[in-house]
């Protein structure tokens, strides 16, 4: 199967007064910086609730993979890389 033409919607889910996931969030943002197989978008769970309650999100902050919850409550930014895709851009190479 040929990875490289996979693109990953990543949304994370973000509590605005809760210091994990500023630092959660920024960990994503550097982890994708320059990557062209995802888009990140770091939503403030007060902004879409029909969101949180349709994907059932319990804990912030909270990793959604295309449309799939993947992990709610993640502790730190350590914990974030072990829920993320692997490196489409480089398969194969």
Do not use: K
């Amino acid at each position: 199967m040929n990875n490289t033409n996979l693109h990953h919607r990543i949304n994370l889910f973000v509590s605005t007064d809760d210091s994990i996931s500023e630092e959660v969030a920024e960990s994503l943002i550097a982890w994708g910086e320059g990557r062209s197989d995802c888009t990140i978008e770091i939503i403030p769970v007060l902004s879409r609730p029909e969101q949180v309650i349709r994907l059932q999100i319990f804990y912030t902050p909270a990793l959604v993979i295309n449309g799939t919850l993947i992990a709610g409550g993640i502790s730190s930014p350590s914990d974030l890389s072990q829920f993320l895709p692997a490196d489409t851009e480089n398969a194969g190479q």
